[in-house]
């Protein structure tokens, strides 16, 4: 069964502490790897997208990599405002995405 | 990125009635858009793909006589929730595809007494 996996559920940083969450996935025919991060009560909003193993991309205190099982994306010195739920989605062929259930990220000054 | 708007943001509603989910691409033209459902502390769990001009086409266990989309434009996609229950309380979000990425609405949360 297609499959992914987010890991930890929830993560505390204090501010500047950098540290990175995971997404594992289990599908055939990966056409792209995307993260996306959402706010409480608003639709996600795009981050990323990755295509294949050892793709990098940054935005900001921001970094995704990918890997043939696994993505990460790297928080650099976060800030509160960084705080939110990240959400990794792979898409198969066609255009569907798969979510995971995503880490909450709570940084605190 | 690519903007796209829902409309309401929120609605509550009584139990059996029927309610109407509007999502708008603002910036670009979108023959795809996809219907979403999230409950408190879940993912985001695809319902359906919405297409110009055709009929949309469910994921398995989503009755598509109980949630009906319209794709009537390239700009519009509507969800109808008909005969609305409490189970089906939750918070909708909707998505297009200028090119190869998902952009998604604000969503509208719909709550069902």
């Known amino acids: 069964e297609d499959q992914v996996t987010q890991s930890p559920e929830a993560l505390r940083l204090q501010e500047g502490e950098s540290s990175s969450l995971n997404c594992s996935y289990t599908?055939?025919?990966?056409?792209?790897l995307f993260w996306y991060r959402q706010d409480p009560g608003k639709g996600p909003e795009f981050l990323f997208t990755?295509?294949?193993a050892g793709e990098e991309k940054e935005k900001e205190r921001l970094k995704a990599t990918l890997t043939k099982k696994e993505s990460f994306l790297h928080i650099t010195a976060p800030k509160p405002e960084d705080s939110a739920t990240y959400l990794c989605?792979?898409?198969?062929?066609?255009?569907?995405?798969?979510f995971g259930k995503g880490t909450t990220l709570s940084v605190s000054s | 990125g690519a903007v796209v708007s829902q409309h309401p943001s929120w609605v509550i509603c009584k139990s059996g009635t029927s309610v109407k989910i509007e999502c708008r691409s603002l910036?670009?033209?979108?023959?795809?858009m996809f219907w979403y459902r999230q409950f408190p502390k879940q993912s985001l769990m695809l319902m359906a793909t919405?297409?110009?001009?055709?009929?949309?086409?469910?994921e398995q266990g989503v009755e598509k006589d109980k949630f009906l989309i319209n794709h009537a434009s390239l700009t519009l996609s509507t969800l109808t929730v008909t005969s609305a229950h409490p189970e089906d309380s939750s918070f909708y979000i909707c998505?297009?595809?200028?090119?190869?990425?998902?952009?998604f609405g604000p969503g509208t949360r719909l709550l069902v007494l």
């Open positions: 998505s297009a595809l200028p090119q190869e990425t998902q952009y």
């Open positions: 599908v055939s025919g990966l056409r792209g």
């Open positions: 990755l295509y294949s």
């Open positions: 989605a792979v898409q198969q062929a066609g255009t569907a995405l798969i």
């Open positions: 910036d670009f033209q979108a023959t795809t």
């Open positions: 919405s297409n110009e001009g055709s009929k949309a086409t469910y």
